[in-house]
């Protein structure tokens, strides 16, 4: 904590100042969105006819470098490159390197990404060269045909070598599942098999209301309290005290032996401890997943070459981070509670 901010709640945070917000959470990670654009149009996530942002309008990399690097200084440990798809942003490795080196100075604990594995196979060598020691791929479905339906055109082939690839070069992978009535719903307990089997992590993720699509949320909507009791009803499971410093809360199955995350914004609220931000390709600081409330970040970033003013920007919208979300899915609410996409925040 900054002292003088103590002494003087108005003084202005000095530059490197610890982010505490004002329910005492402190913010230990940062989320970037690269870019929003993304190779698949996951039907949850995105409308097919989506219009993304003018190449323009992107910040640059060194830009997303110096903006995520004053956080760093600021005390985030964790920093998790997402978007759209992340490994999509032309010359994406000259960040993630340059990133890198807040791993070898120590500062940052763990530099990691979630993709959609589409280009895995490419980047995973020079991923695991620049530090990157573990990362979540999205995965709803084993079966190609539903594979190509739910991201409308993916294919699971390269998917599945990009996890090959990474596990290959000492990467260790998670698999996260968005759960999805009448999608995926019946394939939860073999795709659990597959990973535990594999060795990989799943986790399972509710679905939220965030922009427009072309689909009826409520037809997708699955709570994750119906698929735990269905698997508790043909496997043990075991509370365990496992972290990642994500939201997901994680069960042993001890007829598998593997671990299962459950990420229950809509059904088990994990607001309270919060320890995240998220920041956009233009340089938008989203203070919270859930609200739209947001702080430009590219107008201080671009007013003068030190930090300072950028800090100060960061500190006052900290000192805005909400309670939590206000997500509703139901048949009366047809309208998204929050209006952008999560390609935006990227989750
Ligand atoms: N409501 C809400 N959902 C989140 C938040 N963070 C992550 N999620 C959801 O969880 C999904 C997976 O996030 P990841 O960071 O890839 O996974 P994770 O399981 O949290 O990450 P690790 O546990 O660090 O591996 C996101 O796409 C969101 O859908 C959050 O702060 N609030
Ligand atoms: C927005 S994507 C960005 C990174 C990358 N393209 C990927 O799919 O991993 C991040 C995560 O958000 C999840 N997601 C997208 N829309 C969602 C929604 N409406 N509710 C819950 N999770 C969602 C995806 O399944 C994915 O796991
Ligand atoms: S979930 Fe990820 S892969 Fe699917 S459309 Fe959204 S950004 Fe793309
Ligand atoms: S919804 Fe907002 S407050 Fe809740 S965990 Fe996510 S980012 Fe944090």
């Known amino acids: 904590m900054d002292i003088t901010r103590l002494l003087d ?4 945070a000095s530059f490197g100042s610890e982010m505490i917000d004002p ?3 402190s913010i230990t990670y940062l989320r970037v969105s690269v870019t ?3 190779d698949f149009r996951c039907v949850y996530c995105m409308a097919e006819d989506m219009t993304f942002l003018p190449k323009r309008d992107l910040l640059s990399l060194e830009e997303l470098d110096r903006l995520a690097s004053c956080f760093v200084e600021k005390g985030v440990k964790r920093l998790r490159l997402t978007g759209g798809e992340p490994l999509v942003r032309k010359n994406i490795m000259h ?13 940052l604990e763990e530099l990691t990404l979630t993709t959609n594995g589409s280009q895995l196979a490419r980047f995973a060598p020079e991923l695991a060269d620049c530090g990157v020691r573990r990362l979540n791929v999205s995965l709803d479905t084993l079966d190609p045909d539903k594979f190509r339906q739910i991201t409308r055109w993916g294919e699971l082939d390269k998917v599945m070598a990009g996890i090959r690839a990474a596990q290959a070069v ?3 992978v998670k698999l996260n599942a968005v759960a999805l009535k009448g999608f995926n719903e019946g394939e939860i307990p073999s795709m659990i098999e ?8 799943f986790t399972l993720i509710e679905t939220m209301p965030l922009g427009e699509i072309d689909e009826d949320r409520t037809d997708q909507y699955l709570p994750l309290s119906k698929v735990r009791a269905d698997l508790a009803d043909r496997w043990t499971l075991r509370d365990i005290p496992y972290r990642t410093g994500g939201p997901a809360r994680y069960v042993e199955v001890a007829e598998t032996g593997g671990r299962l995350g459950f990420i229950t914004p809509m059904t088990h609220n994990f607001c309270e401890s919060c320890n995240r931000v998220r920041i956009t390709c233009t340089g938008t600081l989203f203070m919270c997943l859930g609200q739209e409330d947001a702080a430009d970040l590219r107008a201080p970033l671009r007013a003068s070459e030190g930090n300072e003013l950028l800090s100060n920007a960061i500190d006052e919208a900290i000192g805005r981070k909400p309670k939590g979300h206000d997500f509703v899915i ?9 209006s952008r996409h999560m390609s935006v925040t990227g989750g």
């Open 9 to 12: 709640p108005v003084a202005p």
């Open 23 to 25: 329910f005492g959470r």
């Open 36 to 38: 929003d654009r993304c």
């Open 95 to 107: 960040l993630i390197r340059s990133l890198s080196r807040h791993l070898e100075s120590g500062a």
């Open 170 to 172: 000492g990467i260790r």
């Open 194 to 201: 597959w990973a535990h089997g594999e060795g990989i992590d």
């Open 330 to 338: 139901d048949r009366t609410t047809r309208k998204p509670s929050v």
